[in-house]
């Protein structure tokens, strides 16, 4: 079974602080995928990557940064957290055929006070 | 552009009772659709997929049909039980798109016994 695994299940910061969100696949997936995920928006894309070192922004990439130096790592970063940053944040890998499902991980909830 | 939209909840059923969920869809193009579940606590997991008008795709009792025809993609399952209390999500995927999904707001789904 693929896993997808994220650094830390809950998250607190204050406004200002900068935050990094780790994610590991162990799968060799190429692609993997940031998302965050609000009560009535359903997930909305933040950036994704198709290779190492390769980035390109989503939907929603305005305050938030990724790293992908190493195939099996992803990580977000805020850079400076605000409070409508407060989400579930949610990490996907797939393998690099189209149609390939997500194989997510059991996010971050992050808050921002 | 490309959106899904599915019935809002949340959704309250008795064991053993009949599930919907509507789910239609806007693309341009011909989309890969998809069904997630997310459990309480986990990340989402794929439930099923069509790739092409007509295709049925089914797990866990669960079944949908791609209708081009009407752009939908309803879920249905005949008998839920407890353990189907998720949220799910419906989502497209399109080849011009290299398959980044786009996804509904999540349809929150309790069962009681």
């Known amino acids: 079974d693929v896993k997808v695994t994220q650094s830390s299940r809950y998250l607190v910061k204050r406004t200002g602080e900068k935050v990094f969100l780790e994610c590991v696949q162990d799968?060799?997936?190429?692609?993997m995928f940031w998302y965050r995920q609000d009560p009535g928006l359903g997930l909305r894309l933040i950036y994704f990557s198709y290779d190492v070192k390769m980035k390109e922004k989503g939907d929603i990439p305005e305050g938030y940064s990724v790293s992908r130096e190493k195939k099996e790592r992803f990580s977000l970063i805020l850079e400076s957290t605000s409070t409508n940053q407060t989400s579930m944040y949610l990490c996907?890998?797939?393998?690099?055929?189209?149609?390939?499902?997500?194989?997510f991980g059991n996010g971050t909830r992050l808050t921002v006070t | 552009g490309n959106s899904v939209t599915q019935m809002e909840g949340p959704v309250t059923l008795s064991e053993e009772a009949f599930l919907t969920i509507n789910c239609t869809y806007t693309?341009?193009?011909?989309?890969?659709l998809f069904w997630y579940v997310q459990y309480p606590g986990e990340g989402l997991q794929l439930l099923l997929k069509a790739t092409k008008a007509d295709d049925k795709g089914s797990n866990k009792g669960f079944e949908a049909t791609y209708r081009k025809e009407t752009t939908s993609f309803h879920l249905e399952k005949g008998s839920v039980q407890v353990s189907d209390s998720a949220v799910y999500f419906c989502?497209?995927?399109?080849?011009?798109?290299?398959?980044?999904?786009?996804f509904g707001a999540g349809t929150t789904v309790t069962v009681r016994a």
């Open positions: 996907a890998s797939s393998s690099g055929s189209g149609n390939s499902p997500l194989h």
């Open positions: 799968m060799d997936h190429e692609n």
């Open positions: 989502a497209l995927g399109l080849r011009a798109n290299d398959y980044k999904l786009s």
């Open positions: 693309a341009t193009g011909y989309p890969s």
